[in-house]
């Protein structure tokens, strides 16, 4: 039999657009004006945010942001890329918008790989004699992600865990002079993130993890949500992941955010400046 070259490149799931954005208060503004204007301000953008909170699979979730990056984060999961627009419109359309000014964003769709299958399921394909990129080679390929996806669809489609604190952070895998990621073997980096796995789910009672793609949305290559009630923990499991071979060699980092949560029932408290509890 013809020997046959496997793809390098794992099977993905995906499920939920994401959609993070952060914002500055324009503080000077929003004293300067009126009583009025900012109690009807907030009114309606109580009632929107709590309205969005409420979406489920299709919810939002307001944080207020600590440092100099912004004041104000909203994150957004959404079954659809236009449905994340509506989103965005929406809080820009508020009474609320003309005092919010973007300082970042990101957009991603929740990911799950399946590096512990690719490999197994190429191997079947390829001992049927099938040629990658063939007619039944795709078949057995979507057979196989259409299993997972009704396996994995809580997964694929989470509600924003109702936790108090949040951390993000976009990350990439790095592709160096003498360490490149994307040239190691499948089996390899099979391994590798086995191993980071095993560290998230020793904190599975503690911090809840949501996975993002961005490669071709944003300008890094995932996205990594923390949801957790004690803070301390995103410095504990991000430390300990340190020492993986796969972030230790290969991870890359960009800024962090870590937001509080401001229930929109609560936004009143936290535009007079103060932290609801």
Known sequence: MTHIQLPEVPLTLEGSGVLHQMFRM??????????????????????????????????????????????L??????????????????LRSLKLGGFLEPSASYLSVVELGLYESTAKTYAQLAEKGFEPGSEEWNAGIEEVLERQRRAMATRLWPEIPPSRYVCFYPMN????????????????????????????????????????????????EWGVDLF??????????IYEMRFDEVSAV???????????RIPGSRLGEFLAGELPR
């Open 26 to 71: 324009r503080w000077l503004d929003w004293r300067a004006a009126s009583w009025e204007e900012r109690e009807a301000a907030v009114r309606e953008a109580s009632a929107a945010f709590t309205e969005m909170e409420a979406g489920g699979a299709e919810g939002s979730a307001f944080f207020a942001l600590l440092g100099h990056k912004g004041d």
């Open 73 to 90: 984060m909203a994150i957004h999961f959404r079954k659809s890329f236009d449905a994340l627009a509506v989103a965005e419109l929406r």
């Open 173 to 220: 895998r790095f592709r160096g002079e003498h360490k490149n990621w994307y040239q190691l073997p499948m089996a390899e980096r099979q391994r590798q993130m086995h191993e980071h796995g095993l560290v998230g789910r020793r904190y599975a009672g503690t911090v809840k993890q949501v996975i993002s793609g961005s490669i071709g949305f944003d300008d890094w």
């Open 228 to 237: 957790a009630d004690d803070p301390v923990q995103f410095k504990k499991i």
């Open 250 to 260: 290969y991870g890359l980092f960009g800024a962090f955010y870590f937001g509080i």
